[in-house]
């Protein structure tokens, strides 16, 4: 588990450099707009998200044919993309957290306004992550966006056509504000169930 | 004791099906493993491999059932596919760092030893390597962790002479234990003439014959003549025949044939060829 691990962040590496050069310019834009929202959301879902980047290059070099020749189980193979992806996040996190502290230094965004935005954000992150990698592991990068596609636009033509019928978002949000601090918790727990779908998905499959 | 065992296997594909495959690989044996290309060499190692899942049969390797014992047994064996497939962007230092997490036995002197014998760089990344370096760093990563059983399906394809002699001259050295043992998939035969000391052939996803390659040299000949000649050799003496260039050609029980005739030795490739464009 722990050799797959540093495989996928030894494979990374180069990209996560890359995106550095990214981050440095919303960091300096965010500075400069005393926004801290804008900074914050996307280096969570860039650095989360390098997951899907190590998947693709599994992928296009047929890594898994090779790696189920080694000692490793199928579950293992699986679950290191889920650590992989959990690690990711609190390196996003701790990357983030520090820089905007530092921003807010210099206005007075409400700490209580901050915790809420910051739990739907790691939440929203943890259940996309639930949702691609077991679309990603079944289908593979290029069939995977287009089921993705499938599967976010459907749903949301859908509750288009009977969005009059569905209660105000607003008010739902307002009502569920008080527990919005167990929300990373239930994100973990999608995030789980995706792991126990993606390894069923992984056992069935064939190199 | 046999260090592959397989019984019945069947696999069945769209257009394509193994059908009772079954051979086996002696501890201490190199067997060859030839067919055309669709024969159904790559689709028998990777249900050896349990990359795909069998629909019948029975695969034992070192006597244990692969898909019960299955991450035992892999801590054994060493594969080499006709290609790397590990992600480009690392290079063979960092394979290193994963393997040794991989197996126990994981040897990164020998790794390194390997390297420096190939002259492969240890910080290039694979995706800059040729294609000779790529196959030498596959082997180097398949013996490093001294497996007992190598399965090797086409190493050496699309290799030249060069590289592919050195490559032989790595599996002879791995040969020099006795416990050793190596299942080699190839259509290049002139390689498994120099290694092999078994070879299974199969054709259409059936096995036509499995057996120790000295036999095949010295109890098959080739016979070359006229209609009227090649109807004074007994019928059951004759395995396949075909029209050659100056008349007809045939496959023959060396034995069965009288010495009058003037028997030509078969290479594989001769048998191969036999077994697949010629009649019974």
Not at chain 2, 93 to 118: G, H, I, P
Not at chain 2, 247 to 271: C, R, T, Y
Request: aromatic letters at 12%.
């Amino acid at each position: 588990m722990t050799g797959l691990i540093l495989k996928d962040l030894m494979t990374i590496k180069r990209q996560i450099k890359t995106q550095a050069f990214v981050l440095t310019f919303f960091l300096i834009t965010s500075i400069f707009m005393q926004q801290s929202l804008i900074l914050f959301t996307i280096i969570i879902f860039i650095v989360t998200f390098q997951t899907i980047t190590a998947l693709t290059y599994d992928e296009q070099s047929s890594w898994d044919k090779y790696a189920n020749t080694l000692p490793i189980s199928k579950g293992d193979i699986v679950l290191s993309k889920y650590i992989l992806s959990i690690l990711l996040m609190l390196f996003g996190l701790i990357l983030a957290l520090p820089i905007v502290f530092f921003i807010h230094r210099f206005n007075n965004w409400a700490s209580a306004e901050f915790f809420l935005t910051f739990n739907l954000l790691v939440t929203l992150a943890l259940c996309m992550l639930a949702l691609l990698l077991p679309i990603y592991i079944k289908f593979g990068s290029i069939k995977g966006r287009m089921v993705l596609i499938a599967i976010c636009f459907i749903p949301g033509f859908f509750s288009g056509l009977i969005s009059k019928q569905l209660p105000d978002i607003h008010l739902v949000l307002i009502n569920i504000k008080q527990y919005i601090f167990l929300a990373p918790f239930g994100g973990l727990f999608i995030l789980w169930l995706s792991s126990l779908i993606s390894t069923a998905i992984y056992k069935h499959k064939e190199f | 004791m046999n260090a592959i065992e397989i019984h019945d296997l069947r696999k069945s594909f769209t257009g394509f099906s193994l059908n009772d495959v079954s051979f086996s690989v002696p501890q201490g044996t190199v067997m060859g493993f030839v067919g055309e290309n669709g024969a159904g060499k790559s689709t028998t190692i990777k249900c050896i491999l349990n990359l795909l899942k069998k629909e019948y049969g029975e695969i034992l390797l070192f006597g244990k059932d692969i898909v019960e014992h299955e991450l035992a047994i892999k801590n054994d064996i060493g594969v080499v596919f006709d290609d790397l497939h590990v992600p480009e962007t690392l290079n063979a230092t960092q394979l290193d760092k994963f393997m040794k997490k991989v197996f126990k036995t994981w040897d990164s002197n020998y790794y390194f030893e390997r390297l420096a014998q190939f002259k492969i760089p240890q910080r290039k990344k694979v995706k800059e390597f040729s294609r000779g370096m790529r196959m030498k760093l596959s082997i180097a990563l398949a013996l490093s962790h001294h497996p007992k059983l190598l399965i090797l399906d086409e190493p050496t394809s699309g290799l030249d002479p060069i590289i592919r002699d050195e490559i032989l001259d790595l599996f002879l050295t791995f040969m020099q234990d006795e416990t050793h043992s190596i299942l080699f998939s190839s259509h290049i035969t002139s390689d498994l003439e120099k290694i092999a000391d078994y070879i299974t052939f199969i054709h259409n996803g059936e096995i036509l014959f499995s057996e120790d390659k000295d036999v095949l040299h010295y109890e098959y000949g080739i016979f070359k003549g006229n209609k009227e000649e090649i109807s004074a050799i007994p019928e059951h003496a004759i395995i396949r025949k075909r029209n050659g260039a100056f008349g007809i050609e045939a496959l023959v029980l060396k034995n069965e044939v009288n010495e009058v005739f003037s028997l030509e030795k078969p290479s594989i490739e001769d048998i191969m060829l036999f077994y697949v464009k010629g009649s019974v």
